[in-house]
């Protein structure tokens, strides 16, 4: 475990600048439309700060894996250190990104007309719902990222062009069946959704975020047997 | 510690069979040269000893325990690619100190040192560095390691003839400050020779000899004269690589040099001469 919390380090410290430039930029957008926002008495707003993380963190999943991974392999890491270690990392990253975002949110809707993702989404929520809501979702995009790089870390050419245009075949037999059933599975699926984000649990973030790990275990779990047996490759 | 035992290693590609039934242990303390053709099964070898591929068939083993994903072992071995792996991106300096994190006893000021000896400039990113400075780099992180197991792949890619002899007085000094088990695979096997105890050789994935160096070479001898005359020495020896430049054959007899028989050398006016490890190695793998 010693190693995992090296490798754990290693993977804060590869992702760190990337975070400090993503807040730079937010902090200055944030300042610009604050101030903006006071002159112009409140006709400048600003929004969307958890999906630029939740976007930031899935990108930052989907370049985790090939350059971290070679060095470990540089330094005789066990795959399994490296794994553990890096789940720690995301699981602290997106920690601290929700706290980070729940605390902005709360300054900027003390100042503009300003409401965070989850308040749009769910109506109202606590700060500490908000907080373990953004928590759950940063995670589980952060982990989507990794299982995405790995899948193709993994495949060979023949894979990745199938694994590619798997999507797309989706959605198309998806719409195919839509139109043959009526939206049947549409509506099962919208209906799934808002079971597991909580909705048609009387708006219950605790719920959607209950889905947003459980959803990330699994990724995890498949990301465990995509780097069992991982050979190091250019 | 470090014994490594190789037991009926087999590593297939696909359909390709890199390496087929190897068995041999190395002992502690000692260091060899792993030498083989290009393709022979040298890299998939030190990337199996490494757990950085796994085997089709068979086990390694370090001081008993199988090295699969076991923490405890890969901790004790130092594996220098010819493949670079670090980011292109960090400074030297920089991998320095976390090769610290993941080596405790990595000696960063030995490794400075180092640097500073083959005029290494520390502060350059990885990137930046040519294909020597970037061998000198990986050998200069692999000697200050300080594990029980070293592990060279290609050590002296793009190096030239003085940073190449500066590496190999670098490595015995290391290796006799503090007596380690170190591998070297390369092919430039005259130069490193004079650095070896002991010699693997590999051919198509399949082992040919595992014997010190000093018994491989006493185990043949070299002869030189007229074609016709050198025929009618080696008949009946073992013998391999004949060469002959004009009327000028040159044969290594595989027989103890305490064998030969210089009474019918000198009725045939022929000469012996001690065999070089590298055309040793070019017969038996040719």
Known sequence: ?234 | MNTIEIKGITKYYGDVKALDNVTFTMEKGKIYGLLGRNGAGKTTLLNLITNRIFPTEGEIRIEGGSIYENDKMLRNIFYMTEKNLYPGDEKLKNIFKWTRQFYPAFDIDYAKGLAEKFGLNINKKVKDLSTGYGSIFKAVTALASNTGIIIFDEPILGLDANHRDMLYKELLANYSQNPRTIIISTHLIEEVAQVLEEVVIIKEGKLVTKQPVEELLSGAYTVTGEASRVNRYIEGKKHIGGETIGNVKTVIVLEDINNKNKALAKELGIDFSKVQLQRLFISLTN
């Open chain 1, 1 to 234: 475990m010693n190693t995992a919390f090296k490798v754990t380090k290693y993977q804060l410290y590869y992702s760190y600048k990337g975070v400090m430039a993503f807040y730079a930029i937010i902090f200055l957008i944030a300042s610009a439309t604050a101030v903006l926002s006071i002159k112009a008495s409140g006709k400048v707003t600003f929004g969307g700060l958890g999906a630029a993380t939740v976007i930031f963190l899935f990108i930052a999943g989907l370049d985790w894996f090939k350059s971290s991974f070679k060095f470990t392999m540089a330094n005789n890491v066990p795959r399994r250190e490296f794994y553990y270690g890096t789940m720690a990392a995301f699981v602290i990253l997106a920690a601290f990104m929700a706290l980070v975002d729940t605390v902005l949110s709360g300054i900027l809707s003390l100042i503009i007309s300003y409401e965070s993702l989850v308040v749009q989404l769910y109506g109202s929520s606590t700060y500490l719902a908000g907080l373990l809501w953004s928590f759950g979702l940063y995670t589980l995009f952060v982990c989507l990222g990794w299982f995405i790089t790995m899948i193709y870390y993994r495949a060979n050419k023949l894979m990745k062009i199938i694994i590619t245009i798997i999507p797309f075949v989706t959605g198309i037999l998806f719409g195919y069946i839509e139109r043959q059933t009526g939206g049947v599975m549409s509506r099962a699926i919208l209906d799934f959704i808002g079971r597991a984000m909580g909705f048609a649990y009387n708006n219950n973030t605790y719920m959607a975020t209950f889905s947003f790990l459980a959803a990330a275990a699994v990724l995890l779990s498949f990301c465990f047997l995509l780097i069992r047996r991982v050979p190091v490759k250019d």
